[in-house]
């Protein structure tokens, strides 16, 4: 069982940064992959960024590419997603899910939301103009 909890969500002018964190609870943070999605106001959820169980790779959608940067600790069992050069157009409550079960997909894989066991509560990210 893995339990995810984000946080770093707030209201933030458009231009500034933030950080989101996912702590993520079980032993198997280290063997999983991660995603971040979002949920815009009136809009389907969609991928933001994906990290891969080893880290080494990680994906992101364009509309993010260049501004957001994802990583992970697993000395921490944590994974971030720092948000820069925000926008209004990036308010969103923001999701963290987890993949436990070590399959060795690409891209395709971790888009989608199936491949997801757990996910968190979200957190609010809301960008003023």
């Known amino acids: 069982q893995v339990q995810l909890v984000e946080s770093g969500g707030g209201l933030v002018q458009a231009g500034v940064s933030l950080r989101l964190s996912c702590a993520a609870s079980?032993?198997?943070?280290?063997?999983?992959?991660y995603g971040w999605y979002r949920q815009r106001p009136g809009k389907e959820r969609e991928s933001v960024a994906a990290i891969r169980r080893g880290g080494a790779y990680i994906y992101y959608a364009d509309s993010v590419k260049g501004r957001f940067i994802m990583s992970r600790d697993n000395a921490k069992n944590t994974v971030y997603l720092q948000m820069n050069s925000l926008s209004p157009e990036d308010t969103a409550v923001y999701y963290c899910?987890?993949?436990?079960?070590?399959?060795?997909?690409?891209?395709?894989?971790?888009?989608?939301?199936?491949?997801?066991?757990?996910w968190g509560q979200g957190t609010q990210v809301t960008v003023s103009s």
């Open positions: 899910a987890a993949d436990t079960d070590q399959y060795p997909g690409g891209r395709d894989y971790y888009w989608q939301g199936e491949t997801y066991d757990y």
């Open positions: 079980g032993r198997t943070f280290s063997s999983a992959g």
